[in-house]
């Protein structure tokens, strides 16, 4: 049947919407009242309603009703939509539409430039500049109709905008994409608050790390919570004024990928926020962590594009994890659907709105649902937001934001005709209103005739003319032009060009033919054409492997297990009074050392024949830096606020790699950027774990301080922060602790007038005085950089006037010098092994400094302070039986039991003792031997990492990627997207103290753009 149109609504194309009643008219006023009804279509009202041959009417920019018994006004505009469906336009919860776009500069903390200390923002605001809560959307928005017009034409009518800049970011504005004044755009003033950890135009030096923004957060929360009793000692911040202002507005953090999107809702579940989360693509790989935040996310569709990898030495370059999250990111929405997360999804992040459809239809192909797809783009990102009851859906009273579409929204032949924002219609494919198909009867009155053919048009571009024969040519329709040429007979040359107009159902033109002969011609719709049935096969999800924990060819597809684990017939270092034990044998059951002895057995244990083989404790390092995403907080002198725990990266290959050296627990610690520098984390290398599963439970917690060069910055010539020499570092060390005495006094007088005055308004709570209250009330213990004896004596005076004790001197060079001061203060010594030379004051360093020390009575051990180090820390304790003479049971001891009575978890680890934790390695040969290999290192009674398997891992590893690497060089044969070859990095975090390169494909941290903490 032929489909019609009244193209009555063509007039109305330029129409006005109402203006606004306060704004003068420059001319005569044209009030119109934009009433339409559009007839006959099917409406989709929402992802679970569809209503056949239905209307819907609008009126000043708003749906008036909408179903299959609505009565058309009489004076509206009737608009025929047989064939058509109409749908409620897109609603993007993350764009920065309208916004100006900040300016960004260089900033963070520059170890070798001056600090910017405090913020540059004028006015009664916060001290810092990375709090950007003043800034409201709605104030800086002006609508783009450039960028407007993208965005419409992908099927959107609204968006939350907002200022993409700072820590906290102020409010945002939800606004239509109509091309209005800015004030008849905005449809909700504050719509939501925004957060990130990324400090964005700031140039002030804190936070200039992950852990650095997580603490401003947290604090920010508890200041913000304290100004609201309007304390007199702060007078007016309106930093914190608007923080508390906007806290009833929808919360959304920007987190950008999957461990990010861990630690924002960490920060908000201590502060009872539920996060919207703004997510990066990356989060399929650990979807039961997305689950347990309980958040909606915000989900991306930008997609990798192959890389071009053709040549095979450029491909060597390109890690596994990066080709497997390449095939694998489009399947991102469809895992969260899996997972019954809640979503909506956003053309953010796409360098090209024009892209959102096409990946879109991607993510449909690897499993998204389409029902999913329109409610993660109407109802939810409405929802969220709080305006369902303007947009989102096809009801009465909403706001006219629909799009009008040849069928169903998703399909990838259908046709975006129209976008209707506000009641206003905007074109996108209106040219194409008109269904051409049909079969025509076709007159060309030519100079010796009628010549009448049947002209049967399948679509806007094909078109076939039967006369005699049937004959194919070229056709093209617009909407309103017509163009055929035709070969005048079946193998002739000769060609009958044809150019007109339709209208409706006549079409009508001129024409000529080979011999320049000018004519008329006219064709008239007949019949409906023959439809062949589409025989295209749908396309096949891609099949998938399954992902891996963590994400890279080392992971587990499944977790491993604990087991029972009998070791029999080893050499056992017990690392007790027992000593060496030959031909032993040692059981592991539920996590635990079970027993040790000769001939021991158990009918469900694993056996494992320990003959010519050694068993030791875990390697334990003290020092290290692995397994986090930023290690130096370096904005200001004392930053004891900041925490490890808050950015660990359990996916840090170096995890791996030290399991393979034998280490089952390391101790994280802080850079050497500052005095007193951040809380430690003491983690067990469970690999594939995350970041809650890597921590050591019941660990009474640490915290790094530093002394000497790196504090006091003596690289640097521009140095501005105090302090500028060792005087300086000691009274850091001494202002900081009387202001904890002060502040834990204050706290003390509060809870005694508590008991007295219930109304009595609490004091500020500090996160950074909180750890120092904390170590005086040996609750939390020292580790210490340290090198040269005077500093080393000094820190000691200053432990003895406030009352705690330096748990750790690490380093330690010159330890040798005073070792009978460390001992008589209680301290012990984590030093390295023959480190020396690498800067002025470890010249005095000598390699007989560990032996000196222990024969002083100092508790010492061996650290690693590098990643490839700790990979054989069992070889650096060795030195010390050829340097000093140390026997080789007390020099093991310096790698397994030393460091735990140092972390204060030799109950637990260190040794193997009936009832500690199964820790313990299977060594091929002695462990103090440069022969010795890790064969299997188990933790908690689970095998972390074993040889054997670790051989058929790279074979398998190289499999997997011979076959991405064809899938990549084949997306680009295709004609599929590619960029090009660029070599996956590491990122490798040390404590800015020794200088060396880790490799060529090992980036410095303190080398990355310090204005992203992410």
């Known amino acids: 049947m032929r489909r019609s149109v009244l193209f009555a609504w063509l007039l109305l194309f330029t129409a006005v919407a109402r203006a606004q009643e306060t704004f003068p008219v420059n001319g005569v006023a044209d009030p119109r009242s934009g009433l339409y009804a559009f007839t006959n279509a099917t409406i989709v009202k929402d992802a ?25 006004p009489a004076d509206a505009v009737v608009i025929d939509c047989k064939g058509k469906y109409i749908y409620p336009s897109f609603i993007d919860a993350y764009a920065d539409y309208g916004m100006p776009t900040p300016q960004r500069t260089q900033g963070g903390f520059n170890f070798n430039a001056p600090a910017q200390l405090t913020s540059n923002q004028k006015g009664a605001y916060g001290w810092n500049q990375a709090l950007r809560t003043d800034v409201q959307g709605v104030r800086i928005f002006t609508g783009d109709n450039v960028k407007g017009k993208a965005l419409r034409d992908n099927g959107f009518g609204s968006v939350l905008a907002h200022q993409r800049d700072g820590i906290a970011r102020g409010t945002g504005v939800f606004v239509s994409l109509a091309d209005a004044k800015d004030n008849k755009a905005i449809l909700k003033e504050k719509a939501s608050a925004h957060y990130s950890f990324n400090k964005g135009t700031s140039t002030q030096s804190y936070p200039g790390s992950i852990m650095g923004s997580i603490a401003l957060l947290r604090q920010t929360y508890l200041d913000a919570q304290w100004y609201k009793n309007n304390p007199l000692a702060e007078g007016v911040n309106l930093t914190l004024r608007f923080w508390n202002e906007h806290q009833n507005l929808p919360q959304i953090f920007e987190a950008n990928d999957k461990w990010a999107v861990v630690r924002a809702d960490k920060i908000g579940d201590e502060f009872g926020v539920q996060y919207i989360i703004k997510a990066g693509g990356n989060e399929y790989q650990r979807i039961n962590e997305m689950a347990g935040t309980k958040a909606t996310f915000i989900l991306p569709l930008n997609y990798p594009a192959a890389m071009d990898i053709e040549d095979p030495h450029d491909a060597r370059f390109v890690s596994l994890s990066d080709m497997k999250h390449w095939e694998m990111a489009p399947a991102n929405a469809a895992m969260f659907e899996k997972a019954g997360i809640n979503f909506c999804l956003t053309t953010s992040d796409l360098r090209d709105a024009r892209q959102f459809l096409t990946n879109l239809r991607k993510a449909m192909e690897y499993g998204l649902s389409e029902a999913k797809a ?12 709080g305006v369902y009851d303007l947009v989102g ?12 579409t040849s069928g169903p929204i998703f399909s990838e032949k259908t046709v975006i005709y129209q976008n209707w924002v506000q009641g206003e219609k905007y074109a996108v494919k209106e040219e194409l209103w008109n ?8 007159t060309v009155n030519t100079p010796g005739g009628a010549k009448n053919y049947t002209l049967d048009v399948k679509n806007s571009t094909t078109a076939s003319v039967i006369g005699k024969d049937t004959l194919t040519g070229r056709f093209t329709f617009d909407g309103k032009q017509v163009k055929l040429n035709f070969p005048e007979a079946k193998g002739s040359r000769n060609n009958i060009r044809l150019s007109g107009i339709a209208n409706d159902n006549l079409w009508s033109g001129v024409g000529d033919d080979a011999n320049g ?3 008329t011609w006219t064709a008239i719709y007949s019949k409906e054409t023959t439809v062949k049935a589409d025989t295209t096969r749908p396309k096949m999800a891609p099949k998938l492997g399954a992902v891996p924990y963590p994400f890279n060819g080392y992971g587990f597809t499944e977790m491993p297990k604990q087991e029972t684990i009998l070791i029999r017939n080893a050499t056992v270092w017990t690392n007790e009074k027992e ?5 032993a044998d040692v059981l592991i059951k539920g996590g635990k050392i079970a027993a040790v002895g000769k001939n021991l057995s158990d009918a469900g244990a694993k056996v494992i024949d320990g003959t010519g083989k050694h068993v030791t404790a875990g390697i334990i390092d003290e020092h290290s830096h692995i397994a986090a995403a930023s290690i130096n907080e370096g904005g200001q002198s004392v930053t004891s606020e900041v925490r490890i725990t808050d950015n660990l990266n359990p996916e840090d290959i170096n995890i791996y790699r030290q399991l393979s050296g034998g280490v089952t627990s390391s101790h994280i610690l802080h850079g050497s950027a500052n005095t007193i520098g951040g809380q430690t984390q003491l983690i067990k290398l469970r690999w594939g774990a995350n970041d809650e599963g890597l921590k050591f439970q019941n660990w009474p917690g640490f915290i790094k301080f530093a002394l000497g060069e790196n504090v006091k910055r003596s690289s640097s010539q521009q140095n501005n922060r105090f302090p500028d020499s060792r005087m300086g570092v000691s009274q850091v060390l001494i202002d900081a602790f009387t202001r904890a005495k002060e502040y ?9 007038e508590k008991k007295k005055n219930a109304k009595v308004i609490a004091p500020r709570r500090d996160l950074e005085l909180d750890a120092l209250v904390e170590i005086m009330n040996k609750k939390r213990f020292i580790t210490c950089h340290s090198y040269v004896q005077s500093e080393i004596t000094d820190m000691i005076r200053v432990a003895d006037r406030f009352g705690f004790t330096l748990n750790t001197f690490t380093h330690i060079l010159e330890g040798y010098k005073v070792a009978d001061k460390m001992k008589e203060h209680g301290a012990a010594a984590s030093t390295f092994s023959d480190w020396w030379n690498y800067k002025m004051e470890v010249l005095d360093a000598i390699p007989q400094n560990a032996t000196i020390m222990q024969k002083v009575g100092l508790n010492v051990a061996i650290n690693s302070d590098d990643a490839e180090m700790a990979r054989h820390l069992n070889h650096e304790a060795a030195k010390s039986v050829k340097y000093g003479g140390m026997s080789e049971e007390d020099a093991l001891k310096m790698v397994t039991l030393n460091p735990a009575k140092m972390l204060h978890v030799d109950d637990k680890v260190g040794s193997i003792k009936v009832g500690k934790d199964g820790d313990v390695v299977l060594w091929s040969d002695h462990p ?8 299997k290192t188990i933790v908690d009674g689970i095998v972390y990492y074993d040889r054997e398997k670790d051989k058929q891992l790279r074979l398998d590893i190289a499999k997997e990627r011979a076959r991405l690497m064809a899938k990549m060089i084949g997306e680009k044969r295709t004609g599929g997207p590619t960029v090009p070859f660029s070599p996956s990095m590491e990122i490798m975090h040390t404590c800015t103290d020794h200088y060396h390169n880790h490799g060529l494909l090992v980036i410095d941290a303190d080398d990355v753009d310090q204005n992203s903490n992410q």
Request: glycine share 8%; no cysteine; proline share 1%.
């Open 48 to 72: 679970a309603t569809s209503i056949s041959n239905a209307t819907l009417v609008i009126k000043d920019g708003r749906i008036v009703s909408v179903g299959t018994n609505v009565t058309v």
């Open 374 to 385: 329109l409610e993660a783009l109407t109802k939810i990102p409405a929802t969220i937001l």
């Open 393 to 404: 859906s096809i009801d009465a009273g909403k706001v006219a934001n629909f799009l009008i």
């Open 435 to 442: 269904d051409v198909k049909g079969v025509y009867n076709l």
């Open 517 to 519: 002969n000018r004519f």
């Open 579 to 583: 000593g060496v034990l030959q031909n």
């Open 744 to 752: 834990e006094a204050g706290w003390k007088k509060y809870d005694e």
């Open 928 to 935: 103090l031997s440069i022969y010795a290999k890790a064969e």
